[in-house]
């Protein structure tokens, strides 16, 4: 997955993607992986996102730099991929 991230064609998008797979989807004890509910809302959180700032979709480069925001959780009590509770876009300052 580091090769993925730091690949120079790399989208906020796709770094968002892969910590979503890596955090909430490849977790061995299956009580602690999130529910397709809570994929599907992150999932659509992003496409969203995609839809109201393009260059989250663009390949990385000085203006947009790697990991500038983070996509959180749809169900208020958990956590998201990024450790964060909530349904919200943060920017990273």
Do not use: W
Not at 50 to 76: G, M, V, W
């Amino acid at each position: 997955m580091s090769n993925l991230r730091n690949h120079e064609r790399c989208t906020g998008f796709i770094c968002d993607l892969l910590d979503l797979v890596r955090k909430k989807m490849l977790v061995i004890e299956a009580s602690r992986r999130s529910s397709a509910k809570d994929i599907s809302a992150i999932l659509a959180n992003m496409a969203e996102r995609i839809r109201c700032e393009p260059e989250y979709s663009q390949p990385r480069n000085d203006t947009f730099p790697k990991s500038s925001h983070r996509i959180i959780a749809h169900n208020p009590g958990d956590t998201d991929v990024m450790g964060i509770k909530g349904l919200q876009m943060v920017r990273a300052l």
